[in-house]
């Protein structure tokens, strides 16, 4: 397993695979390399390019070092697209799409952005719904209730509760409630859930956002505005296309941006 060392000394696990220009993917909350979507993502775009995928810090087999920071996890971005020659475009979806933007705003050696579905909510105007879920979320894990702080992620991203009670009952859970910590730290990212316009001011290369045709009108009204923001960017809608995008629908939109 290839590691990286990030400046803070956090240990950070990689995989490369395929030829051709730096991809980088960064996953969003609660997934990582053996549990999210970026590996299948990965097959269908290494003949085209070197595509990186990462654990980010506090999952699967990366570590972690408190204090959290946005600052880290920029650091550790910027540290695997030193490994992969000193520039790469950058993919990410939902919080991970934030973290990608607030490196991209930092001057990461980032050429290319791609961006599904920014969860920038408050601009959908539910800022009250926002403050309160951050609110319950650090009570749930000061408090070390690991596994409801997840089951709460999961009701505010939609999920029923009877599904989440249902799903508490499967092997799998002790997965997640293992990385609910980093709950709180895409949390941060998303700066209250607004686009930080101060940060896509800055960004001036080349840029995508992305949405499915049918996702949540909050969803696919965030990627507007986060396309809106950024002086680049152009905005794309994936026809039948969830927050769950299937990885053969996005691949052929992400070879051709950054292909182009």
Same mark, same amino acid.
């Given at each position: 397993?290839?590691?990286?060392?990030?400046?803070?000394?956090?240990?950070?696990?990689?995989?490369?695979?395929?030829?051709?220009?730096?991809?980088?993917?960064?996953?969003?909350?609660?997934?990582?390399?053996?549990?999210?979507?970026?590996?299948?993502?990965?097959?269908?775009?290494?003949?085209?390019?070197?595509?990186?995928?990462?654990?980010?810090?506090?999952?699967?087999?990366?570590?972690?070092?408190?204090?959290?920071?946005?600052?880290?996890?920029?650091?550790?971005?910027?540290?695997?697209?030193?490994?992969?020659?000193?520039?790469?475009?950058?993919?990410?979806?939902?919080?991970?799409? $934030?973290?990608?933007?607030?490196?991209?705003?930092?001057?990461?050696?980032?050429?290319?952005?791609?961006?599904?579905?920014?969860?920038?909510?408050?601009?959908?105007?539910?800022?009250?719904?926002?403050?309160?879920?951050?609110?319950?979320?650090?009570?749930?894990?000061?408090?070390?209730?690991?596994?409801?702080?997840?089951?709460?992620?999961?009701?505010?991203?939609?999920?029923?509760?009877?599904?989440?009670?249902?799903?508490?009952?499967?092997?799998?859970?002790?997965?997640?409630?293992?990385?609910?910590?980093?709950? $709180?730290?895409?949390?941060?990212?998303?700066?209250?859930?607004?686009?930080?316009?101060?940060?896509?001011?800055?960004?001036?290369?080349?840029?995508?956002?992305?949405?499915?045709?049918?996702?949540?009108?909050?969803?696919?009204?965030? $990627?507007?505005?986060?396309?809106?923001?950024?002086?680049? $960017?152009?905005?794309?809608?994936?026809?039948?296309?969830?927050?769950?995008?299937?990885?053969?629908?996005?691949?052929?939109?992400?070879?051709?941006?950054?292909?182009?």
């Amino acid at each position: 397993m290839p590691v990286i060392t990030s400046p803070d000394g956090t240990v950070i696990a990689y995989d490369r695979a395929g030829s051709g220009p730096a991809l980088v993917l960064v996953d969003g909350a609660m997934c990582y390399r053996a549990a999210g979507p970026m590996r299948p993502l990965a097959a269908l775009l290494e003949n085209t390019f070197t595509v990186y995928t990462y654990d980010r810090r506090g999952r699967g087999e990366s570590s972690d070092t408190p204090p959290y920071a946005v600052a880290r996890e920029i650091e550790d971005l910027q540290a695997l697209i030193a490994q992969a020659g000193g520039d790469a475009y950058v993919y990410g979806i939902s919080s991970g799409a $934030a973290l990608a933007l607030t490196a991209a705003a930092a001057g990461s050696g980032i050429t290319k952005l791609a961006l599904y579905e920014p969860p920038f909510m408050a601009a959908t105007g539910d800022t009250d719904q926002i403050t309160e879920y951050t609110k319950q979320l650090h009570e749930l894990l000061d408090a070390d209730r690991k596994g409801d702080a997840v089951a709460l992620f999961m009701m505010r991203v939609g999920m029923p509760a009877q599904a989440v009670d249902n799903f508490r009952a499967q092997p799998g859970w002790a997965t997640l409630e293992a990385i609910a910590l980093t709950l $709180a730290y895409d949390d941060e990212i998303l700066t209250g859930g607004r686009v930080p316009r101060d940060l896509t001011a800055k960004i001036t290369i080349p840029a995508i956002v992305l949405a499915g045709g049918a996702s949540p009108q909050s969803l696919q009204q965030a $990627a507007k505005a986060t396309a809106n923001a950024l002086p680049t $960017a152009e905005h794309q809608t994936i026809p039948d296309q969830t927050h769950d995008v299937a990885p053969d629908k996005l691949a052929p939109a992400l070879t051709e941006f950054f292909g182009a």
